[in-house]
């Protein structure tokens, strides 16, 4: 009994030279049984330099390894997914003209008068000298607190909205987001909001139809301010803020009835370390898209540079670009808060000096905007295409007739516009030149994806680590197990 028992003793109390020779001797690590075996001074250095030299082989080889993962290379995986069903996208209408001349003008030549900038005493006319001004009354509206100056006097959905159907289901304003730019005031469908859920294509069992017809009013247009006449919209995603200044738009013309057939694609990045990419939306960020109505927006690097380099020429200037008023709320960085600052008047050369000197100064644009590196980590856009035929046949002039009518009736709208003088007499003309029929759809459930993935994910690397491992000195995961049973050994014949 006492021989037995003293078996583990005496093994886990052997010499520690005993206890290292036999781990060389019984390990699973190639070459190190050769080490411990060696019968003489000559076989022992062999198999020593031997193990040093696939060692430092494994060693290089691992290092490589894992430098090539710190490096996060990724690619990118391009697929054709069906997705069934599908959101539908937002879609935004804004009529060309900024105003109706019949609500802008009395104020508009009532200022210019106060501001003696009419070279004529009338208060009545407007000719091309006022239209210069036109931004500049804007601007001091503004500066004075009237922040919704240009949707007071702007086209409404009311004004133009003869009838809207999403999959035969009917809609109206409560359906749309109205906001204002220093260009347009429009009327987004199917925006992300806190309130109303994003339409699926398959809502009310359609196909994803946005069916709208509009009559734009270019008899009340407002005159020098305007270019043209008809309507210009966007297609983008749900939660994409719309910029039609910078990213464009798709101009419609009247008398036409338009089919916009759009496919999808979506592109997603990794984020950190692999990209810089952010969802992150910081406050001043956030305060611009309160003037989108309720929409909840995501973080955008185009509106992300636009409100930097707007917070730049506040600093400069003590005034914002008057071109970006919905940026006219900046983050402080002295006083580490959010400030709504005053817009620089159309004379004052200092903002367009100052965002020159912003957009042409790279080192400039890094200091102040550390954050705008960042780059969205997806990103949905659309292709468009286009196609139209003559709209207004004969047979639905009438109905267009009433609705337009009505448009002129206190009753019915609360801001009526009055009919041409020479309507009764020459309405089909009026309706040739001004009715807009608009159908939106899809041009295919298939999505082509644009996916970064990682080159080398964590389980490759510990696989290819092991495969190098494995290959030059043979450890495994028994073989540590081994190395801690001896570190055990050691420890124990120590403190023995």
Partial sequence: MNSENSKPDTYLNHRRRSIVREFLVSTSIHGLPGIGRGYNIK????????????????????????????????????????????????????????????????AFLNWTTSQQLSYINDSTTFTAYEAQFFLQFLIDQVNNGEADILATYS????????????????????????????????????????????????D???????????YIHEQIYLPYVTSGYGIITKIHDNTQLPRLEFEGGIALEPGKKHTLTYTKKLNTYLGS???????????????????????????????????????????????????????????????????VGKLCNVTDTCYSTQRAIFLNNVTLQGISCPLCSNSECEIISFDIQVSAFKAVTTWKKDSIKQAVEQMSNSSFNNRPIALPDDWS??????????????????GSYRVETYTEKPTISWSQLVSTIGEYVGLWIGVSVISFIEVAELIYRLIRRHFA
């Avoid at 196909?207 to 017809?213: A, C, N, P, S």
């Avoid at 003037?291 to 917070?311: K, T």
């Avoid at 007499?425 to 899809?442: A, E, F, G, L, M």
């Fill in 273 to 339: 370390p692999y990209t810089s990419c952010t969802t992150y939306v910081p406050e001043d960020m956030k305060a611009y898209f309160e003037r989108y109505g309720n929409s909840h927006y995501e973080y955008s690097n185009l509106l992300c540079w636009i409100i930097c380099q707007q917070s730049y020429v506040f600093a400069q200037c003590g005034c914002g670009d008057p071109s970006e008023w919905n940026a006219r709320t900046y983050f402080d960085n002295k006083n580490h808060s959010l400030v």
């Fill in 425 to 442: 007499t020459n309405w089909t003309n009026y309706i040739d030149k001004n009715y807009v029929n608009i159908q939106v759809i899809h």
């Fill in 43 to 106: 076989n022992f250095v062999f198999w020593l330099i031997l193990f040093v030299i696939f060692l430092g082989a494994m060693v290089y080889f691992v290092t490589e390894t894992i430098i090539n993962y710190l490096e996060y290379p990724s690619q990118t995986k391009v697929e054709l997914e069906t997705k069934f069903p599908m959101y539908f996208p937002a879609f935004t209408l804004c009529n060309i003209s900024p105003g109706r001349s019949d609500l802008f003008l009395p």
């Fill in 155 to 202: 086209f409404s959905l009311d004004d133009m909205l003869i009838n809207c159907s999403y999959n035969g289901h009917l809609c109206n304003k409560s359906n749309f987001i109205q906001f204002s730019t220093s260009s347009y005031t429009c009327h987004t469908f199917n925006a992300k909001t806190e309130n109303q859920s994003i339409h699926l294509t398959t």
């Fill in 204 to 214: 009310y069992g359609g196909e994803g139809v946005l069916q709208l017809e509009l």
